[in-house]
């Protein structure tokens, strides 16, 4: 028996949706074509400089909005967005090994926060039509790791996937050696936060988790 809500995921991540089946969600993905530089330029022209979880938010929205404009699904939109934040400083994905490489030097043997904008639009035709969000934050103890071990893990490829250069869920697992808040933050999507906000909308943990996640 199918959920009785439809979520549809914004993104392209392979772990938040991984984290929602293993939640007993099974999302529609279809990926937003925002462009996050020149969002967070207009943004920054429009309201000044924005905090790094700030930054989180407004990604997770737009992406939230432009899915919601372009499906046909009536469903639940969940739009996300992580970045990691360290002496300050917005960190999202690495362009390329040198900046992977240049990013874990710093991080090594120190913490930071990784942030993640949630935001959802009830997109549905007889939906509550409501649109909020807001940005979990969950502190990262690193690791001190050798020049040789930061060398190793950037060359496997995995650092450049993802915000922050790190996972908690794959090989990076090994360098982290404590959090502070949700892990599945971390992942990239918060269960608590999302059941918190589907309930401002209206929407119930099982109305999209579905019958078979309460077995």
């Known amino acids: 028996?199918?959920?009785?809500?439809?979520?549809?995921?914004?993104?392209?991540?392979?772990?938040?949706?991984?984290?929602?089946?293993?939640?007993?969600?099974?999302?529609v993905i279809v990926v937003s074509g925002v462009d996050e530089d020149h969002a967070v330029e207009q943004a920054t022209r429009r309201y000044g400089p924005l905090g790094p979880a700030d930054v989180a938010l407004l990604l997770a929205r737009a992406k939230a909005e432009d899915v919601a404009h372009r499906t046909e699904e009536s469903a639940v939109v969940l739009g996300c967005d992580s970045v990691l934040e360290l002496d300050g400083e917005v960190h999202g994905k690495p362009t390329d090994a040198?900046?992977?490489?240049?990013?874990?030097?710093?991080?090594?043997?120190?913490?930071?926060?990784?942030?993640?904008?949630?935001?959802?639009?009830?997109d549905r035709s007889e939906g509550s039509g409501a649109t909020l969000g807001e940005t979990a934050s969950t502190t990262v103890h690193f690791a001190l790791l050798s020049d040789a071990e930061v060398e190793a893990y950037v060359a496997t490829g995995e650092p450049l996937r993802v915000a922050g250069a790190?996972?908690?869920?794959?090989?990076?697992?090994?360098?982290?050696?404590?959090?502070?808040?949700?892990?599945?933050?971390?992942?990239?999507?918060?269960?608590?936060?999302?059941?918190?906000?589907?309930?401002?909308?209206?929407?119930?943990?099982?109305?999209v988790a579905g019958p078979h996640a309460r077995r």
Do not use: C, K, Y
Not at 172 to 188: K, S, T, Y
């Open 166 to 207: 790190f996972t908690i869920d794959g090989l990076g697992g090994a360098f982290v050696r404590g959090i502070e808040g949700d892990p599945h933050n971390v992942v990239g999507v918060s269960l608590p936060l999302l059941r918190e906000l589907l309930g401002q909308a209206g929407v119930g943990w099982f109305d």
């Open 1 to 27: 028996m199918p959920p009785a809500v439809t979520l549809v995921l914004a993104s392209a991540s392979p772990a938040r949706a991984a984290t929602l089946r293993s939640a007993g969600i099974e999302p």
């Open 98 to 122: 040198v900046e992977a490489v240049a990013r874990w030097r710093r991080m090594r043997g120190r913490s930071g926060v990784l942030h993640t904008g949630h935001w959802i639009v009830d």
